[in-house]
């Protein structure tokens, strides 16, 4: 009884596609570090299991090896061996999963998108689990993310729990309910899930297609946590507009469903420290920042003539979702407002990709406006650095993170109110906040009139009253948006899931 009230920490771990720096496509990988460091910090065994794919940046891994037995894993009614890796990346234990199956999963030069992702990360879930029963852990928590390890929830208690790996608790975060991995229902056989189990409307069942399963369904539904990544977006997806036909789901499970805002990595991301940059700078030395803005222009080719205009960044994946008519309203109307734009950006939707590839040759060799169309981290730090302001109209948000990382390099967000930029950036005109939380421009209407709007407002501010504008930047960059608090409110749900559990097996 003892040992369980005062026991000091928890053994997490974690169970993900992606793990900033080494594998990152977007904010899931910078949550799955920045979570992790915030838990170690706090005194408890952190563990990461991630797929060893082929395109991942190794230089960032160190002491990586090979564990010398291979585990065997089931998957379309016979076993395949994986070989296990085990490495350090900043600081933390990562495991990596290498499968030694015909359709090399993890050899294909891409993190998703593959024409068999739903095999590929149900193989994953799998292997994950068979290598933490065979290794012998006993993890209090195992924390899985997304639809592509959502699988490990029914995986956990129909086939591991019964094996007597049951030590843990199960905790599933949705980082985008926009990404459910369906599949038609025989599909989920090949991990050794039973189709005609859960093909039920109240187990796995997609809510729109009865002949499909839903893993992010099943998530929700066998886990014992269930979490999304802001407050506001958590109540946006219990409605029918915002739900993409998991609202039904979601309030029927309402009890263990919250929104906790992500945090940011303040060690990855401080304009103090930052090797990226070409001068560090505080939010008490702002000369710095001048000198990023002039470096980026002369790097971008951009005019340098009139240190005074202001510089619109914008850093994002070109999709439907982050408002990609509004960006490109955006260019023009910073143009007209007598600003400079610099997007980076790339996009896996074809027709966007080429519409923006259109835009950054029409503006090629003009000295206001650059378009950087590919992923570029480097690149991304001179932007935050360098920008005055920075654009994220955003059709929805579940939490977004350039809103927070903009305001510590002292950009100012200007940003539609949705999801977790309505939980993180408040209106400098908005009365009924508090002043001293108001930290940026937003509008509510996901139009160009609603975007204007906030544009105007936001020039208006740094053209007409330069001493407000450089008090409101060193406010932001001076806001906590470290994962302390956040790390806390996770740290509360696991033990309280664990304590519940352990008072359970006491009263069996
Ligand atoms: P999402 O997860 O929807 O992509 P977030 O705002 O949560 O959006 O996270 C985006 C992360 O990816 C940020 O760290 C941002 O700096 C980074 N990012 C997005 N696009 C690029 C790019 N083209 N080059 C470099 N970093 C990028």
Not at 261 to 270: E, V
Not at 271 to 289: E, R
Not at 392 to 398: A, M
Request: proline fraction near 4%.
């Amino acid at each position: 009884l003892l040992s369980s009230t005062t026991s000091p920490g928890l053994h997490v771990i974690h169970i993900a596609a992606e793990m900033a720096p080494v594998a990152k496509v977007g904010g899931l990988g910078d949550v799955v570090s920045g979570l992790s460091k915030a838990l170690l910090k706090k005194g408890h065994l952190v563990e990461i299991v991630l797929p060893k794919y082929d395109c991942m940046q190794y230089d960032r891994v160190s002491n990586l090896r090979a564990l010398d037995v291979l585990i065997d894993s089931y998957f379309d009614r016979q076993l395949y061996q994986n070989k296990i890796w085990v490495g350090t990346i900043e600081g933390l234990p990562v495991y990596f999963i290498e499968p030694h199956h015909p359709d090399k999963f993890f050899w294909r030069g891409n993190f998703y998108g593959e024409h068999d992702d739903f095999r590929r990360f149900s193989f994953f879930s799998r292997a994950a689990l068979e290598f933490l029963l065979q290794a012998g852990k006993k993890p209090d928590i195992i924390h899985c993310h997304d639809w592509q390890t959502a699988f490990i929830a029914p995986l956990y208690w129909d086939i591991y729990a019964p094996k007597g790996f049951n030590s843990a608790r199960i905790c599933f975060t949705c980082h985008n309910f926009e990404y459910q991995g369906t599949a038609s229902a025989s599909e989920l056989e090949s991990c050794g899930l039973e189709s005609h189990h859960l093909n039920r409307s109240d187990r796995m069942q997609d809510n729109s297609a009865h002949d499909r399963v839903n893993s992010v369904k099943g998530g929700i539904v066998f886990s014992n946590i269930v979490t999304t990544v802001s407050p506001t977006y958590a109540q946006e997806v219990r409605t029918a507009e915002g739900g993409h036909g998991l609202h039904s789901t979601l309030s029927a499970h309402s009890k263990k469903f919250i929104g906790i805002i992500n945090g940011i990595d303040t060690d990855a991301w401080n304009p103090a420290t930052d090797a990226f940059l070409s001068v560090q700078y505080n939010a008490a030395d702002l000369q710095g920042k001048a000198e990023n803005k002039q470096a980026l222009r002369r790097s971008l080719g951009l005019s340098s003539a009139d240190v005074r205009r202001p510089l619109v960044g914008c850093i994002t994946r070109l999709v439907p979702q982050k408002g990609v008519h509004l960006i490109r309203h955006a260019i023009y109307l910073t143009l007209e407002l007598g600003g400079q734009f610099v997007l980076l950006g790339s996009s896996p939707v074809p027709h966007i990709q080429k519409e923006f590839e259109g835009i950054a040759n029409h503006f090629q060799s003009h000295d206001q406006i650059r378009l950087i169309l590919k992923y570029d981290e480097s690149l991304s730090h001179s932007i935050y650095a360098a920008s005055d302001m920075f654009i994220i109209p955003s059709i929805f948000e579940p939490c977004g993170l350039t809103q927070m990382i903009s305001m510590r390099y002292g950009a100012i967000p200007i940003v539609r109110k949705t999801g977790g930029l309505n939980d993180s950036v408040f209106d400098v005109d908005d009365d009924t906040i508090p002043s001293q939380f108001r930290n940026g421009f937003t509008f509510v209407n996901a139009d160009e009139q609603g975007l204007n709007g906030a544009l105007v407002r936001a020039f208006n501010l740094f053209k007409n009253n330069p001493e407000s504008w450089k008090q409101l930047v060193q406010k932001d960059m001076n806001i906590d948006f470290s994962w302390e608090s956040s790390a806390e409110q996770y740290e509360e749900l696991y033990l309280k899931s664990v304590s519940r559990a352990r008072a359970a097996k006491r009263v069996l």
